[in-house]
């Protein structure tokens, strides 16, 4: 499984093609105190159920606070058969822009 630094999911998201797609892990509050623009959101428990209405055809990178929760999740989609990356550092480490 793929891992990538938030400079390089930076770099990744400038140029996005559209078969790109971040997709944050974390809990909703954790979400309301600030988010990467344009991710989608979906809880750790809930990547399960919502995995079969991903589109494989797409690259995911998993977001998380630290880059623990997001790593399991990349690792179950990518047993999935998902192109799918975590994003190490997580929010923590996130210098990019950064929506309420």
Same mark, same amino acid.
């Given at each position: 499984? $793929? #891992?990538?630094?938030? #400079?390089?999911?930076?770099?990744? =998201?400038?140029?996005?093609?559209?078969? =790109?797609?971040? !997709? @944050?892990?974390?809990?909703?509050?954790?979400?309301?105190? &600030?988010? %990467?623009?344009? %991710?989608?959101? !979906?809880?750790? +428990?809930? !990547?399960?159920?919502? +995995?079969?209405?991903?589109? $494989?055809?797409?690259?995911? %990178?998993?977001?998380?606070?630290?880059?623990?929760?997001? #790593?399991?999740? +990349?690792?179950?989609?990518?047993?999935? &058969?998902? @192109?799918? +990356?975590?994003?190490?550092? &997580?929010?923590?480490?996130?210098? &990019? #822009? %950064?929506?309420?």
């Amino acid at each position: 499984m $793929k #891992e990538l630094t938030p #400079e390089q999911v930076e770099k990744k =998201l400038e140029n996005n093609d559209g078969t =790109l797609e971040l !997709i @944050d892990v974390r809990e909703v509050e954790e979400v309301a105190q &600030g988010r %990467i623009p344009h %991710i989608t959101h !979906i809880p750790l +428990a809930q !990547i399960p159920e919502e +995995a079969e209405k991903l589109d $494989k055809s797409k690259q995911y %990178i998993m977001v998380c606070r630290s880059g623990r929760r997001s #790593e399991r999740a +990349a690792s179950y989609l990518h047993k999935q &058969g998902f @192109d799918v +990356a975590n994003m190490v550092g &997580g929010m923590l480490e996130w210098r &990019g #822009e %950064i929506i309420n």
